[in-house]
């Protein structure tokens, strides 16, 4: 998914000519701290909450004030990975994205990443999860595609995580089963390290049910 298909009309841009409590108006209702400065299709950058409420000019036109703006974007054309990246690494509740020729096409609200990271992640997919860690130079996706499908399954997703000050690294799998007690046994055999597992294991279910009756028989 690019950053294009991303895009919502139902945040507007500010204008030089707007006043600082608009601004912060808008982005109450909105539900942003950031919304950008838009001359005509030219994109000034963004500014924030605090750079009105810092500044005191709440009843000042935007455009009259000596600001400091930041101005982070993407390109139309960018994947949704760097969008996140770039919300990641600069806190940011909005995106602006541009044109090739830099020209402001509209922006994609924080929220909307989140949604479709959901949908990118098969969150909304039944399954479980399990959480491999292991050296860097021992991942290989082949060899844990070939346990999990030996055992039935298929991988939603994947994602690799770098642990700090080491050269571990976290394999997190979303997998089509909810049910992964054969899948890490596997693992298991293979002399996999296994961090987490969330599933509904068939072995739970048989002793929770085993416990019910065992309490049902002492209240007779």
């Given at each position: 998914m690019l950053a294009k298909d991303?895009?919502?009309d139902e945040i507007p841009p500010l204008k030089t000519s707007d006043t600082g409590i608009m601004a912060i108006n808008w982005m109450d209702?909105?539900?942003?701290s950031q919304l950008p400065i838009v001359n005509k299709h030219e994109y000034l950058g963004l500014i924030s909450d605090t750079d009105i409420l810092d500044l005191n000019i709440t009843d000042e036109e935007i455009g009259k004030?000596?600001?400091?703006?930041?101005?982070?974007?993407?390109?139309e054309g960018q994947h949704i990975y760097e969008v996140i990246k770039l919300v990641s690494n600069m806190k940011l509740t909005v995106v602006p994205v541009l044109d090739e020729h830099q020209n402001y096409l509209g922006l994609i609200p924080a929220t909307a990443l989140i949604h479709q990271f959901a949908t990118l992640a098969s969150t909304r997919e039944p399954g479980g999860i399990i959480v491999l860690e292991m050296n860097m130079?021992?991942?290989s996706l082949t060899q844990i595609a070939q346990i999990v499908e030996g055992n039935d399954g298929k991988i939603l997703s994947c994602y690799l995580n770098t642990l700090a000050d080491s050269t571990k690294i976290e394999v997190t799998l979303k997998i089509n089963k909810e049910?992964?007690?054969?899948i890490l046994q596997t693992f298991f055999r293979y002399n996999y390290t296994v961090k987490a597992s969330f599933h509904q294991s068939e072995f739970l279910d048989d002793m929770k049910n085993r416990f019910d009756s065992?309490?049902?028989?002492?209240n007779i």
């Open positions: 991303l895009i919502t209702e909105f539900k942003v004030s000596k600001l400091s703006l930041i101005r982070p974007f993407v390109f130079h021992d991942y049910d992964l007690s054969a065992f309490m049902n028989y002492i």
